[in-house]
Structures are given as structure tokens and as C-alpha cells.
Nanobody
Framework: QVQLVESGGGLVQAGGSLRLSCAASGRTFSRYGVGWFRQAPGKDREFVAA????????LYADSVKGRFSISRDNAKNTVLLQMSTLNPEDTAIYYCAADQFGYSDSPSSYDYWGQGTQVTVSS
């Protein structure tokens, strides 16, 4: 079993940057693909980015390509989401999730979820 804890959210002005961190418990973290998702008020949870077990493959939503970057450090059981050029449409609760069978853009593929961290971008 994997427990995930997100951190790094906050309030930022449009055009600014934030770095989110997803810290995982357990010694088998490298066996899981990890994804970031977000959910804005009144909207469905949507895919943001995902990374393979070894970090050699990544996947991004079109809306964040070129602005967000996902990376991982298995020695530290951590996945990072570097977010740049933020805009108000990026305002949401951001969740990280772990997938024991790989990584994808589908929330239903993921087995474990964190509690989320709020990101608010002001205009």
C-alpha cells in the first residue's frame, strides 16, 4: 500500500510559478506510475501530467504542455510538478495518485490518492 501527501500549493498571481510535491510512503514507490490530477469547483477531476515508474516517460494534458513539468526522485519517494506561467484557469485542488500497473491519463487507472493541495491563481 502507498500513502501519498501533496504539498506546495498556495496563492500566486497570474504568470507566476509554483512547485507541488507528492511524498510517498513505502519502499516500493518505484513500482508505481504517478499522475497529477486537478479538480476545480463544479468541474470533474481532470488529468494534468503523469510519469512512468523510472521517470523515463511522461505524459501531459494539452492545457499544460510547455508550462508544467513532472519529475520524480525514487530515492526520496517524491514526485514533483513544476508549474509555470500559471493562469486563473489553473485554479483547482491538485491531487497526486499512484498506479501499480503503469501510468495513464485516466483517473480510474489509479489505485491510491492523496488528499490534495489547493492552488489558487489570481488575475
Amino acid at each position: 500500500q502507498v500513502q501519498l501527501v501533496e504539498s506546495g500549493g498556495g496563492l500566486v498571481q497570474a504568470g507566476g510559478s509554483l512547485r507541488l510535491s507528492c511524498a510517498a510512503s513505502g519502499r516500493t514507490f518505484s513500482r508505481y506510475g504517478v499522475g497529477w490530477f486537478r479538480q476545480a469547483p463544479g468541474k470533474d477531476r481532470e488529468f494534468v501530467a503523469a510519469i512512468s515508474r523510472m521517470g523515463d516517460s511522461t505524459l501531459y494534458a494539452d492545457s499544460v504542455k510547455g508550462r508544467f513539468s513532472i519529475s520524480r526522485d525514487n530515492a526520496k519517494n517524491t514526485v514533483l510538478l513544476q508549474m509555470s506561467t500559471l493562469n486563473p484557469e489553473d485554479t483547482a485542488i491538485y491531487y497526486c495518485a499512484a498506479d501499480q500497473f503503469g501510468y495513464s491519463d485516466s483517473p480510474s487507472s489509479y489505485d491510491y490518492w492523496g488528499q490534495g493541495t489547493q492552488v489558487t491563481v489570481s488575475s
